[in-house]
């Protein structure tokens, strides 16, 4: 039986908020460039990323393009880390644009500012999936077909959005809570559609990749190509296997001396040894395999955390304040008309400055603290919340009060 790996990762780096304080409000309206030593530099941090990860990864990728032709997979790319890209590591964006000239890399549409504006402003998440699709089209020479939200986030209406954008398919987390009996590895229909596809992360498989595969201590280690392979060989009638995972899990947050490379490096030809396997982007496998079921999701899921929802953003009281007062400004500032000002917003959208801010404890919250550079949630609030004040001064100075 034909079984296809549909290999998507998706490449994302925020414009971190500096430590921008109280007295810098009214007086320097620069909330993103730090200091290239700082923990908040954007710069700093995207060139380690770029060298540590992106470079070499797609230097192995390009490679099992050329080596393997039958090799596929498929990206995400927010605009926000492709600005940077253009400004501080052409050498990178190249190395993307490589990729995708070989017409076997699929990119995906998202929003622009990995935003969580579907819950709060359907004209603005629009307009940011409307800027993030002439981006992609100037950079990549692509129109993307499928969809994607800021980190999976998912539920029916997204769902139905997408199916009237015109979208032939929309990606989301393979939670056990949503698909009870049935297994992530067939292509769905989300309820309530008429036309577009559902492909659901097989978070078990991806996570064996993107978090476990250094741990010495889990029991399957050492993850090797021919093991991983045979696991999913051995899983029944399955057609697809969604393997979702973040651009960093290769170098950043697998470093190299894990094996990672290796890995990547091996799975094709250990996949492909058997008759039948093949590579799918994200549209082929949804032009390939009919829907073998609906799958109904009316509350939000995403591919954070245990709780698998918006918790990671949302969960206390400071991300809840934080983002309704961002998206209560939205009417002021686009009627300035002010371009500065508007990407400034936009910029604040990004969801990542609401995870900084999340108080979980235990293993989520240590991944939160991993990825946050500040050193506590409530610093990062304070930074945050000390942008805002400055947006409102801006408006102030244009004579709008808010």
């Known amino acids: 039986m034909s079984k296809a790996i549909v290999l998507y990762m998706h490449v994302h780096q925020p414009y971190r908020v500096r430590h921008y304080t109280i007295f810098d409000a009214g007086s320097n309206h620069d ?21 540590k990860s992106y470079i070499p990864t797609n230097k192995r990728l390009l490679g099992l393009l050329n080596t393997h032709p039958e090799f596929k997979l498929s990206l995400s790319i927010t605009g926000t880390v492709l600005e940077q890209l253009e400004k501080w590591s052409p050498k990178a964006l190249s190395s993307f644009q490589e990729l995708t000239a070989t017409g076997r890399v699929e990119i995906v549409a998202e929003t622009y500012h990995h ?16 800027m993030h699709r002439r981006k992609v089209q100037e950079l990549f020479g692509q129109t993307p077909q499928v969809f ?17 954008a015109g ?11 949503v698909l009870h009996w049935r297994e992530p590895n067939f292509v769905y229909q989300p309820t309530y559609t008429d036309n577009i596809k559902l492909l659901l992360k097989n978070y078990k498989l991806s996570d064996d990749i993107a ?19 045979g696991w999913l060989n051995d899983s029944g009638d399955a057609t697809n296997f969604n393997l979702f995972m973040d651009y960093e899990t290769f170098g950043e947050h697998q470093w190299h001396e894990t094996g990672i490379f290796d890995f990547l490096d091996h799975l094709p030809r250990e996949w492909l040894k058997t008759e039948g396997n093949s ?19 009316p509350q939000t899921t995403t591919w954070a955390d245990t709780e698998r929802d918006l918790s990671a953003w949302l969960g206390n009281n400071m991300q809840l304040s934080a983002i309704n007062a961002v998206y209560d400004l939205q009417d002021a500032i686009l ?12 910029k604040l959208q990004t969801s990542d400055h609401f995870y900084y801010m999340c108080t979980k404890y235990f293993n989520d919250g240590d991944i939160h603290a991993y990825f946050s550079p500040y ?21 102030l100075e244009k004579g709008v009060a808010v």
């Open 31 to 51: 909330y993103f460039d730090a200091p290239y030593h700082d923990r908040t530099s954007n710069e700093q941090i995207l060139h380690k990323v770029a060298e």
């Open 115 to 130: 935003s969580l504006a579907f819950f709060y402003s359907r004209p603005e998440f629009e307009m940011q999936v409307d």
């Open 148 to 164: 994607r939200n800021t980190e999976l986030a998912y539920n029916n209406d997204l769902a139905y959005w997408a199916d009237k």
């Open 167 to 177: 979208y032939k398919g929309i990606l989301a987390e393979g939670w056990d809570k």
């Open 211 to 229: 978090f476990r595969f250094g741990n010495q201590n889990w029991s399957e280690w050492p993850l090797t190509a021919d093991k991983f392979a």
């Open 279 to 297: 590579f799918m982007t994200v549209s082929e496998v949804i032009d390939s395999f009919p829907p073998v079921d609906r799958v109904d999701v």
């Open 335 to 346: 009627d300035t008309h002010d371009l500065v000002l508007i990407d400034d917003w936009r």
């Open 375 to 395: 050193e506590n949630p409530y610093e990062a609030f304070t930074a945050y919340m000390n942008a805002y004040h400055d947006l409102k001064f801006r408006l």
